[in-house]
């Protein structure tokens, strides 16, 4: 059905028509499929901001995000907030116990998950 569809539209515009017509609606479909993945993937770090955030503090991390909107270093967005934040942690963790150099992998069997996970 596609294929007739097809030659019907070049026999109705020509080749060249034809042409531009296929290059842009399949350039509105990649701009499409593009959209749909960051759309996907910025719901995917909400989710992961808000499963090891405590709600308070995420809501309080958004309202500074939209009152500063960008004036202030790091608060254009949530995201450059949050690895901001984290960063600064945890650079400030190995210069105080690491003498400033990064921490190791930890093992396979070392846990990283939070410590109310550990203990319930």
Do not use: C, Q
Not at 7 to 19: A, R
Not at 34 to 53: P, Y
Not at 91 to 114: I, M, Q, V, W, Y
């Amino acid at each position: 059905m596609f294929a007739v569809a097809m030659f019907l539209l070049l026999l109705f515009l020509g080749v060249e028509k034809w042409i531009l017509w296929t290059i842009g609606v399949l350039t509105v479909i990649l701009v499409a499929a593009e959209v749909g993945r960051e759309v996907r993937a910025r719901s995917i770090e909400n989710l992961k901001v808000e499963s090891f955030v405590a709600p308070d503090t995420l809501d309080r991390a958004k309202n500074a995000v939209g009152a500063l909107d960008g004036r202030v270093a790091h608060t254009a967005s949530l995201y450059e907030l949050t690895e901001h934040a984290l960063r600064s942690e945890v650079e400030r963790l190995e210069a105080e116990h690491n003498d400033g150099s990064r921490f190791p992998k930890p093992d396979d069997g070392s846990r990283t998950g939070s410590a109310s996970r550990r203990s319930g």
